[in-house]
Structures are given as C-alpha cells and as structure tokens.
C-alpha cells in the first residue's frame, strides 16, 4: 500500500495544529502563527472563542441529534433571528455550502417547474466561480480543474464573463430558471462584484423571471464588514447560501430564501439527516450573538481599514512582489508578481498564515476579532516576507 489512510485529495502544507487562541494557532512542535486564513473564512470569531465554547459544552450535555422528524428549537432560533437580519423569509438549514449551493439550485428549479415551467432549469453562472464540489455544483463553477475526470458533466448552467451584464443578458433562454454569482469571487481570487452589476442582474431576474441566487458561503457572516456582503450594493437576492462563518468552525450550511422562491418547498421535496443539528444550531446561535452586537460589524470596518491601509503601503513599498490589493473588509487579495505559493511559504517561514486563490491571490481572511496588534504584527511579517522574496 502506498495511498495514504487519508485519500490524498489536498496539496496539504506539513504543520500539524494542537490548539488555537484568538487569532493564534500554535503547532503540536511548539510553533506559533497568526492565522490569517481562518480555516479558509470559517473561523470569523477566531479560535476557542469562550462564548461558542459554553454554548457547545453547554449543548453537548443536553442533546447532540434527534433527526428532522422533529422540531428543533435551535433551528427556530436561528431561522427566526435570520430572518430578522435579512432579506430571507424562510431557510433550510445543512452541513456545508455546496449543500447550501444544491438547495439553492434546487428551490429555483422547483420554483419554476412545481409550477408547469417543466423546461426550465438552466442557471447562469459566472467564470471564475466557486460553488462546492458536489457534482452540480462543479458544474456550477465551471472549472476545469474540478471537472476533470468527473463526466458527464451535469447539465443546466451556462456560463458569462462575471462583471458582464450584457453577455448575462443575451444568455438567457426561455430555459432560464436562475443566475447565480458570488458577490466577491473568493477561491477565483477575491474579485469584486460592482454594486452597478448586481443592480443590473437583479433587474435581469425580474425582467425575466428568473430568480437571482446570492452565494455568500464565503463572504456572509460579517466577513466585508456587513453581516452579508450584497448589503453594500442595496441589491437583495431571491435566494443565498450560506456556510463558512456560519458556525464559527462548526460545520452548518444554510440556504436562505424569500417565501415567494421557497414557495413550492414543501414537506419531502428536501432533507437532510444531520442538518441544523443541535449542536450546530447552538453554536451558530452563539456565533450570531456576537456578531448581532452592536459593537461587532464596526470593529470589523474599522480594524479593516487600518488593514488596507497597511497593505496599501506594503503593496506600494514591494512591487516587486506584489501588484494590487483588493477585496472588501477583512475579505482581502494581495495579487501577486511572484507566484503566490511562494508567497505563501515565505509567510509561515515568518509566522503568519494565508491562503492562495485563482488569479496568483493571497488570500488574507483574518478571524473578525482580530485587533490592532495583530494588524500591526500581520503587516510587519508580510513586509519582513516580501523584502526577503524581493532579494
Ligand atoms: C467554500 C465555498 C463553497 C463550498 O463550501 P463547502 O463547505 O466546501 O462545501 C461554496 N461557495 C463558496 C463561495 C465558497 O467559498
């Protein structure tokens, strides 16, 4: 046998993690890094945040899992205050956001079909999207890369330019049933939707009766400094997935919807066994009591100004290495002239973790609690990491 026990689907880096603190994640040989990867955007509250910890101590002494064939008074909870703080009426709740991704697709195809559209199930999708490596929604994104090896392809998306309007447009078929775009492109390398294109896919929609599909797995939950990024562009979606920071490092997905969208969602058209589990449903809860303080989407603009102003800094001092910053809040790209994997490596030589993204991207995805110090700490690493590259 030379597999490893563990199917070798990831490029894994070589550190082996014991315990995290905040921002800090510390290596079972003793090393310490700042972690500005989050478990990619997963752990908005950092590490060991003592609030979700109590309310999963907490919850796991009473009950862990009863199944969907009963109420579950963490998912109305959560549901509930959801709904309160966003444009959603109603959501299912699931493990991950290529399952958040898949109820989407589903609920708008259903939209549509339980109502005699039958031929109508196609989605726009942008290039350079990432929606999840389930089977549709590898086909979703489009992506060679995670295409390969893995036909037939599933049908129904058609894909446009992201950022462009008109080839959007001229898609559209009497087949169309939804569009769907990421508001920032995370894995495609943190590129920003322009509020003016979001505006024109919503008229779009309502033009044509599509539904228009927000995937926010990786920029919800407070991550660009409002709880959902489309906030910024004043343009609601029909329909939005959620996932990352959902649970602060507890898996839990979430597919959010209008009443209108959701309305031919009904009893056995969806499921999920663990779903919105106990567990997770009081850690998200736990998640979203933090972030629905006052004080929490403001410290997050806040600390991410001073962020990009550092960076803005860096990036003008080293261009050498690096050639733009970008992105929203703490949902940052540092596009590279040097590869961005050995970007990458020479961060954690000098203690400090990023991850890659498409379009040679850096990714910075700090927990949202980080403060000045670490601000300052992050900044001095990278500008210690790109002067050693630059030589
Ligand atoms: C991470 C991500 C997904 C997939 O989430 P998984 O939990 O890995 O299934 C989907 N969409 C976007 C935008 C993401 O960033």
Redesign the pocket.
Known sequence: MSISAVMPTYARTDLVFERGQGAMLYTDDGRSFLDFGAG??VNALGHAHPHLVEALKLQAEKLWHTSNLYRVAGQEKLAARLVANSFADTMFFCN??????ECALKTARRYHQADGAKDKYRVITARG?????TLA?IAAGGQAKHLDGFAPQVDGFDQVAFGNLNEARQTVTPQTAAVVV?PVQ??GGIVVADPEYLKGLRAMADEFGLLLIF?????GMGRTGKLFAHEWSGVTPDIM?L??GLGGGF?V?ACLASERAAKFMVAGTHGSTFGGNPLAMATANAVLDVMLEPGFLPHVNAVADKLWAKLTAIVAKHGAVFESVRGKGLMIGLKCKVPNTDVIARLIDHGLLAVGAGDNVVRLLPPLVITDAEVDAAAAIIDRAAASLAT
Do not use: L, Y
């Not at 991950?96 to 991704?101: I, L, Q, T």
């Not at 999207?129 to 490596?133: I, N, T, V, Y």
């Not at 995937?215 to 920029?219: G, I, K, L, M």
């Open positions: 990619i955007a991950s956001g290529a399952e958040a991704m999207a990432f929606h999840g490596r929604t990421e995370g894995e995937d926010e797995v990786q920029t997935a996932a990352k898996p997905g």
